[in-house]
């Protein structure tokens, strides 16, 4: 079965550090990945997502992702955190042409200001 | 945000009654789901549909039964609710680009 690591449980930094957050998966075909964010007692929300193409990703709030297919890995970055980065975050993986997703359990970021 | 709201919001309820959670979305998207949030088990996919009345188990269905009479609602039941149930429960939908849009959630306690 597939599955999905983020090998960062919990992330503590200070303002104005820079973020990296590991994803990796375990299946070997065409894939779709996703980035969710969930701020404190809110539901997930899309970060960004990669589906073909440039395998670096831009999305939302200055937060980046790089595919790289032969480390089957998907890190989520971020050059400079806020204390609004405050949240957890998700990876998601759906098998190219599936609408069942895998997620990780998720990376708890706390920004201290 | 995508048109999708979630009832009850915040339900207790005691052990061995049923219990149904409704989601609503105005988004016509044809795939909707199921899941559950515990701290250190991240997001678990309970049900999900792929249509009017087509439905599949994800990886914790157990206890969990599902329906979707209309392509807006997608409800949830516990049969006989157990302790071990008490979640934050999470409905989303699904459509054209496979990223998932989240409903706000209902929280239950069994107690």
């Known amino acids: 079965a597939q599955s999905v690591s983020q090998h960062n449980h919990h992330v503590i930094l200070s303002e104005a550090a820079s973020l990296e957050l590991g994803c990796n998966y375990s299946?070997?075909?065409?894939?779709?990945l996703f980035w969710y964010v969930q701020y404190p007692g809110q539901h997930l929300q899309l970060l960004l997502k990669?589906?073909?193409?440039?395998?670096l990703v831009k999305g939302i709030k200055g937060f980046e992702a790089e595919f790289i297919k032969s480390k089957f890995s998907f890190n989520l970055r971020k050059p400079s955190v806020q204390w609004s980065d405050t949240a957890e975050y998700f990876c998601?993986?759906?098998?190219?042409?599936?609408?069942?997703?895998?997620f990780g359990r998720g990376t708890s970021l706390i920004v201290h200001p | 945000d995508a048109g999708i709201t979630q009832s009850p919001r915040h339900k207790v309820t005691e052990t061995g009654t049923p219990v149904t959670l409704r989601c609503h979305q105005t988004?016509?998207?044809?795939?909707m789901y199921w899941y559950r949030q515990d701290p250190g088990h991240g997001l678990r996919l309970i049900h999900y549909?792929?249509?009017?009345?087509?439905?599949d188990k994800g990886e914790v269905s157990d206890g969990y039964s599902v329906s979707r009479s209309k392509t807006e609602d997608f409800l949830l039941t516990l049969e006989s609710a157990t302790s071990s149930q008490t979640s934050v429960y999470f409905c989303?939908?699904?459509?054209?680009?496979?990223?998932?849009?989240f409903g706000p959630g209902t929280r239950l306690t069994v107690t």
């Open positions: 989303a939908i699904s459509e054209p680009h496979y990223e998932q849009y």
């Open positions: 299946y070997g075909g065409t894939v779709n």
């Open positions: 990669y589906f073909s193409g440039d395998p």
């Open positions: 998601a993986v759906n098998r190219g042409g599936s609408y069942i997703p895998t």
């Open positions: 988004e016509n998207h044809r795939y």
């Open positions: 549909s792929y249509g009017v009345k087509d439905t």
